[in-house]
């Protein structure tokens, strides 16, 4: 499942963004040493870093198996940084043959008759 950032820019109702906050983490060093600790925490199968509309941004893929595991996956990032967040249920190739039962249902409830 990943974890990316959403493209609004808004401030918190602190009055502090999350540019603001990830501004001063890079200044202050904590942003460097902050980042490998919850990724390690975490564990995701993968990370990856970019700027989306000026924002630091992250895509982080995860496996989440119960929603009841939200809150140790973002609180750290909430926390820390101030971070917004957008978590976006995905699917790897196994879990899309796996669902091949479930769309042939919907397909055949759902879909145009022809």
Wanted: charged letters at 20%; a negative charge.
């Amino acid at each position: 499942m990943p974890l990316e950032r959403p493209n609004e820019n808004t401030h918190d109702d602190d009055g502090i963004d999350s540019v603001e906050a990830g501004n001063a983490a890079a200044a202050d060093g904590t942003l460097g040493s902050t980042m490998p600790k919850i990724l390690g925490e975490m564990k995701p199968e993968t990370a990856y870093f970019a700027a989306t509309n000026g924002e630091r941004t992250g895509y982080i893929f995860f496996d989440m198996t119960d929603s009841s595991q939200l809150p140790a996956i973002a609180e750290p990032f909430l926390l820390a940084f101030n971070a917004r967040i957008d978590v976006k249920p995905a699917m790897n190739p196994q879990d899309l043959a796996a669902a091949g039962a479930g769309i042939a249902r919907a397909a055949k409830s759902y879909a145009p008759k022809a």
